[in-house]
C-alpha cells in the first residue's frame, strides 16, 4: 500500500513539474493576450491543446484519487506563476484581472465523455469556492483599481457587486498580509503581495501628505487680511473615503497632543518607562487600565465599559501576577486586549465590544484606544491588522451602506497606521492644530 502511495505521489510531481515548466516557459516567450488564451484551453477549454502532452499531464494529476486539495494548489501556482510575471510591468498588471476572470466562464459538464476532460472541469469548477479563489478574486479588484491601462478592462462587477465591502481591499494595504497570503504562498507570490502593498502604501502616504500640505496653505492663505498677490492653490483631493471634516478630526486625533500635553508616541513612551518598574505584573495592569480609559468618553465608560475593561485586564494571564512586567508580557497582553476590543479569531468572530466602542465613541475615538495598545508594543502591530482581516472578511459580502462603521474603521485604522509607523511626514500640520 505504502508503495502504491508513494509511486502516485511521484507521478503527482512529475506531472506537476511539466505543467510549471511550460507555464514559465511561455510566460517568458508569450505575451498576456496569448498566455491568456493558451490559459483557458488549458484549464477550460480542453480542445486542441498544443503540445498535447502537458494537456495529457494535467488530466493525469487530475484522474488521481482523492486528488482536490492538491489540485487547489496546483492550479493556484499555475496561476501565480503567471501573475508575478506580470505584476513587475505596470503595461502587463491589465492581464492579472482578465485571467482570474476566466473562471467566470467555466462551462458545465455537459457532454464531456472523456473521463479526464470531465474530471478536470470538475475540479475546475470546483476550485472557485475554495479560499484560493477567494484570495485571487482580491488580487484582481486590487490590480482592477491600480494598473494604468484601464481602457483594456472590461467590467468586471454589476451595479449590485460594485458597492460590496470587499471591492474596497484596494484602499487598505495593512489587510494584505492576511488577506492575500496563507501558508501554501510560495515566495515569489508572497514577494508579489509585499510588493504590490508597499507600492500602494507609498502612494497613500504621498496623496495623504499632499492633502494635508494644501489645507495648510489655504488655511494661512485665509489668515491674511490683504494679500499682496493672493496665490492659486491647486485644490488636492480628499484621498479617503472620510468626508473633509471627518479627515481632518482624525489628523488631529492621531497626531495632536493628547489633553493638551503630549502626543500618543509621547504618551505611550512615558506610560513604558515608568510601569516597566511596577513591582509586579497585577500593579502593571492596574497601570495600563488608567492609561487607556483617558481615552474613552467618562459618560460610556462609567456605564459598563470601564468596569469590563478592569475586570478582562484582571484576568489575563493571571498566573504571572507576581511576576516583574517584561516586555513579553507586554506583548502577550497587547495581543489579549485587541481579541478583547476587536475581534478574537476566524473560528469565533465576534465583535459585539468593537461594533458597541464605534456606535458610542465613533470611528476615530476607537482606532484611538487601538493605537494607544499598539503603541506599547509595535511587535503587537500584525496582530492588530490581522484582527481587521477577520472583520473585513466576514463582511466582505455585505454593502458598504450596511456596515458604514467598519468602512469608516478601516479608514480611519490605516490613517493612523500611516502616520504612526509609514513614512509620512505630517508635522506642518500641527500649524493647524
Known sequence: ???????????????????????????????????????????????????????ESLEKIACIKDIEDEFN??????????????????????????????????????????RGARRLRQLVRD??????????????????????????LRPRTSESDSNLVGTLINRYPYLYEHCLLSQDSSYEHQQT????????????????SQYVMYQVRTAQQKKLIKPKKKRIIQPVTNPT???????????????????????????????????????????????LYEYLITSIDSKYGNQKFNQKLYD?????????????????????TSSHLLNYLVVESYQRPNHYIFV??????????????????????????????????ILFNHYESSTEDGVPWLVKSME???????????????SYLNQLL
Not at 493558451?38 to 491543446?49: A, N, T, V
Not at 467555466?106 to 465523455?113: C, D, E, H, I, M
Not at 510588493?195 to 502604501?201: K, T
Request: proline residues 4%; charged residues 25%; glycine residues 4%.
Open 1 to 55: 500500500m505504502t508503495t502504491l502511495i508513494d509511486s502516485n505521489l511521484r507521478q503527482t510531481r512529475q506531472e506537476e513539474q511539466t505543467l510549471y515548466d511550460h507555464l514559465l516557459y511561455c510566460v517568458q516567450t508569450e505575451t498576456p493576450e496569448e498566455l491568456i488564451d493558451r490559459f483557458r484551453r488549458l484549464f477550460i477549454g480542453g480542445r486542441d491543446y498544443k503540445p498535447l502532452e502537458v494537456r
Open 356 to 389: 458597541d466602542l464605534v456606535t458610542n465613541l465613533g470611528a476615530t475615538k476607537t482606532i484611538v484606544l487601538l493605537l494607544k495598545i499598539t503603541l506599547l508594543c509595535q511587535q503587537v502591530k500584525p496582530h492588530l491588522e490581522k484582527r481587521f482581516s
Open 241 to 287: 473615503l472620510l468626508s473633509d471634516r471627518e479627515l481632518g478630526f482624525a489628523l488631529r486625533q492621531f497626531i495632536g497632543k493628547t489633553q493638551g500635553k503630549y502626543t500618543h508616541r509621547e504618551s505611550a513612551k512615558l506610560f513604558l518607562s515608568r510601569s516597566l518598574k511596577a513591582s509586579s505584573y497585577r500593579h502593571f495592569k492596574d497601570d
Open 312 to 332: 478582562y485586564l484582571k484576568n489575563t494571564l493571571p498566573r504571572y501576577d507576581g511576576y516583574k512586567p517584561n516586555n513579553t508580557l507586554i506583548l502577550r
Open 127 to 152: 476550485f472557485r469556492e475554495t479560499e484560493q479563489f477567494l484570495t485571487l478574486q482580491r488580487l484582481a479588484r486590487i490590480m482592477q483599481n491600480t494598473i494604468e491601462e484601464k481602457g483594456k
Open 193 to 208: 503581495v509585499r510588493h504590490i502593498r508597499d507600492q500602494l502604501q507609498q502612494q497613500f502616504e504621498l496623496d495623504l
Open 412 to 426: 480611519n485604522m490605516h490613517i493612523a497606521l500611516s502616520v504612526h509607523f509609514g513614512a509620512v511626514d505630517l
Open 73 to 114: 494548489l496546483i492550479l493556484n501556482r499555475c496561476c501565480h506563476i503567471l501573475i508575478n510575471r506580470w505584476q513587475l510591468q505596470p503595461n502587463t498588471r491589465w492581464a492579472i484581472p482578465e485571467l482570474v476572470a476566466l473562471f467566470d466562464d467555466v462551462p458545465p459538464l455537459g457532454t464531456l465523455k472523456a
